[in-house]
C-alpha cells in the first residue's frame, strides 16, 4: 500500500527540480513583465517605491518613431534572416545527402559556425566588412569594383548583417534538416526509383512531404531566434548608423539597459511575446491548411 | 553525362558553401599572428609577415582575461552538470511514469522553450538586484537552466523511451528498488545521451552572451564572451588581442562539436521531432 502510494508520487518528485527552476527564472519573471509594464521603473528608481502609471508606458511606446523604425527593420531581418537560411539549409542537408565521398567531414565542418558564438561571428565580420580595412572591399577593388560600405551606409547595414547572421545561423538549419532526412527509410526512395520517378520528382513527392514536421519546427524556431536575437547587431553595430540596424529586440535591450527605462523595455517585450506566439501560430495554420498533421508537442 | 552535371553542380554548392564557412575563420586564425599594426594594415597581407605569439601571450598573461576564462570555465561546467542532472530526474519522469498532467506539463515545458529569453531580462536583473544576486556566477548557473532545461527534458525523455524497458523490469523483478534499477541499470545505458545534452548545454554557457552582460557584468565574475565585449568600449579595438581571443574561446567548443558531430545528428534524430 505504502509501495503504491510512493510510486504514484515519484515521477512528481523527479519533476521538481526542472519545475522549480523553470517557474522561478523563466515563468514567473515572464508574468512580472506585466507588473513592471504599467509602473515606472527605471535603473535609478529600481529600488524605491514604484509609481502606478497605467496604460502610459504602451502610449508613450505608440507614437515612439525609435519604435516604428525598429519594427520595419525587424521585419526586414526577420524575413531576410529566415529566407536566407532555411533555404540555403535545407540545400546543403539534400546535397550532403546525396552519397558523397567526406559527406561526414564536410558535414563537421559545416556545422562549426554555429557552434560559435553570436558576439564572435560579430566581431568577426566586422573585421572582415571594415569599410578602411577589410579585406571584402579590398578582394572588390583587386577586381576593378567600387569599395561598399558594409557598416556605415544605412541602406547597406542591415543586409550585412543578414549576412553575418546567414553564416552563423544555417548550420542549425542544416543540421536540423538533416536529423529529418535520416529519418526517412531509403526503402521509399527504392520503390520511387522503380516506378520511373526521377530525382526532381521524388524530391518534391516524397522528401519535402515527409520533412515537413521537421521543417515546421525549424522554421519557427529559426523566426523566434531572429525576432528575439540581437547580441551580433549589439556587437556589430550597437544599432547604427543612427537607428538603421535596430530591431525590435535590440531596441529593448537599448530602452532598458542603455537609457535606463526598464519599464518601457518590459512594454516592448511583451510585445515580443505577442509576436512570436502570432508567428507560430500562422507556421501552424499554414502547415495544417496543407492537409499534414503535424504534432509538434507529441508525447 | 546527365549525371555528370548533376554531380558538378552539387560539388560547386559544396565547394562554394565551404569557403563561405571557412575564410572568415582562416581570415580571423591569421590575423592573430599579425602584429597588432599589421593586423590593420591596408592592403592586407594574406600571411603574417612577421608571424608572432604575442597576441596570444596578451591575453593569456592579462589577468582580467584569465579570470574572465575561469569564470567562463566554471559556468559552463557547472549549469552543464545541474542541467543534465535536473533534466535526467524529469526527463526520465516523462518517460517511465504515468501520472496525472504529464501531456499538459510536456506541452507547458515545450512552450516555455520557445519563450524568448531576452525578455526576460529585465525582470531577471530587477529581482537578482533585489536578492543580492547581481554580479555572482551562482546567478549565471541559474539562469542558463532556462536556456538549456526544456531542450535537455525533451533529448533525454526521447532517449530513456528508445531504451528497452526490459531490462529494468528483470532489475526490478530481481529485488532491485525502483531507484536501485535506475542507478544500476538505466543510467549506465543512458550515459550517451546524458553526452549529447551534456555537449549541448556546454555549447548553449558557454556562448551565451545576453545574459550574463546584463546580469553580471563586473570584472569579478565577468565571463569570457562579455570580456571579449568589452574590447569594443576601448576607443580603438585592438584586433590582434581582439582574434587572439576568439580563437581562444573557439577552441573548446569547436573540438567538442568535431568529435561528436555524429552522434549529435542521431541525438536530434531520436529528440527533435518523431511525428
Not at chain 1, 515519484?10 to 527564472?25: A, D, H, K, R
Not at chain 1, 559556425?113 to 558576439?119: D, G, K, L, N, Q
Not at chain 2, 596570444?56 to 570555465?73: E, P, Q, R
Amino acid at each position: 500500500m505504502l509501495e503504491r502510494r510512493t510510486q504514484r508520487i515519484q515521477p512528481y518528485l523527479l519533476l521538481v527540480p526542472s519545475l522549480l527552476i523553470l517557474t522561478v527564472f523563466l515563468l514567473f519573471p515572464l508574468l512580472w513583465n506585466v507588473y513592471l509594464s504599467v509602473h515606472n521603473v527605471s535603473l535609478s528608481t529600481i529600488l524605491r517605491d514604484w509609481k502606478y502609471v497605467g496604460p502610459n508606458n504602451y502610449l508613450s511606446l505608440l507614437t515612439d518613431p525609435g519604435f516604428h523604425s525598429s519594427l520595419k527593420v525587424s521585419i526586414l531581418f526577420v524575413g531576410g534572416s529566415v529566407t536566407l537560411q532555411f533555404f540555403l539549409g535545407l540545400v546543403l542537408a539534400v546535397v550532403l545527402n546525396q552519397q558523397i565521398r567526406g559527406s561526414n567531414t564536410l558535414r563537421a565542418l559545416f556545422i562549426i559556425p554555429w557552434t560559435v558564438s553570436a558576439v564572435i561571428t560579430g566581431f568577426s565580420f566586422k573585421f572582415i566588412f571594415n569599410d578602411s580595412f577589410g579585406i571584402l572591399n579590398y578582394g572588390l577593388e583587386q577586381m576593378g569594383l567600387n569599395p561598399v560600405s558594409w557598416l556605415s551606409d544605412p541602406s547597406m547595414v542591415l543586409w550585412t548583417i543578414v549576412i553575418a547572421n546567414m553564416w552563423h545561423g544555417t548550420p542549425f538549419t542544416m543540421l536540423f534538416l538533416t536529423a529529418g532526412l535520416f529519418s526517412i527509410s531509403p526503402v521509399v526512395y527504392e520503390a520511387a526509383l522503380i516506378d520511373g520517378a526521377t530525382k526532381t520528382k521524388s524530391f518534391f513527392h516524397i522528401t519535402l512531404p515527409m520533412l515537413k514536421p521537421f521543417i515546421l519546427i525549424n522554421l519557427i524556431l529559426i523566426t523566434m531566434w531572429s525576432v528575439n536575437f540581437f547580441d551580433l547587431i549589439l556587437v556589430m553595430t550597437n544599432g547604427g548608423p543612427l537607428f538603421a540596424s535596430t530591431t525590435a529586440s535590440l531596441y529593448m535591450y537599448r530602452q532598458a539597459f542603455e537609457f535606463g527605462l526598464l519599464s518601457k523595455g518590459s512594454v516592448v517585450g511583451l510585445f515580443l511575446i505577442g509576436v512570436n506566439l502570432v508567428l507560430a501560430y500562422s507556421y501552424l495554420k499554414l502547415f495544417r491548411k496543407d492537409g499534414t498533421e503535424v504534432e509538434v508537442a507529441r508525447v | 553525362m546527365k549525371i555528370f552535371f548533376e554531380k558538378s553542380l552539387i560539388y560547386s554548392v559544396i565547394a562554394v558553401y565551404l569557403f563561405i564557412t571557412v575564410a572568415p575563420l582562416v581570415w580571423v586564425l591569421s590575423t592573430s599572428f599579425k602584429p597588432n599594426q599589421e593586423a590593420i594594415s591596408f592592403p592586407p597581407k594574406f600571411l603574417p609577415n612577421h608571424p608572432t605569439l604575442e597576441n596570444y601571450l596578451f591575453v593569456m598573461t592579462d589577468s582580467k582575461l584569465v579570470l574572465s576564462l575561469v569564470n567562463s570555465l566554471t559556468v559552463s561546467v557547472g549549469s552543464t552538470v545541474l542541467s543534465v542532472t535536473v533534466s535526467a530526474l524529469g526527463g526520465y519522469a516523462f518517460a517511465r511514469y504515468d501520472f496525472k498532467g504529464k501531456n499538459l506539463m510536456m506541452s507547458t515545458i515545450l512552450a516555455l522553450f520557445m519563450i524568448p529569453v531576452v525578455i526576460n531580462i529585465i525582470p531577471l536583473y530587477i529581482m537578482l538586484n533585489n536578492v543580492g544576486l547581481l554580479n555572482s556566477l551562482v546567478a549565471l548557473v541559474l539562469t542558463f537552466q532556462i536556456l538549456i532545461i526544456p531542450l535537455n527534458i525533451f533529448l533525454l525523455k526521447n532517449y530513456f523511451e528508445s531504451l528497452p524497458k526490459e531490462l529494468e523490469e528483470a532489475a526490478l523483478i530481481d529485488g532491485c528498488s525502483k531507484i536501485g534499477a535506475l542507478i544500476r541499470v538505466t543510467i549506465p545505458m543512458s550515459l550517451p545521451g546524458f553526452l549529447i545534452a551534456a555537449i549541448l548545454s556546454f555549447r548553449f554557457s558557454w556562448n551565451e552572451f545576453v545574459l550574463p552582460v546584463v546580469l553580471s557584468n563586473k570584472p569579478d565574475s565577468m565571463i569570457f564572451q562579455v570580456a571579449l565585449y568589452q574590447f569594443i568600449s576601448l576607443y580603438r579595438i585592438d584586433w590582434g588581442y581582439l582574434t587572439a581571443g576568439i580563437n581562444i574561446a573557439i577552441i573548446p567548443v569547436v573540438v567538442l562539436m568535431l568529435i561528436f558531430q555524429k552522434k549529435m545528428i542521431r541525438g536530434l534524430t531520436l529528440g527533435a521531432v518523431r511525428g
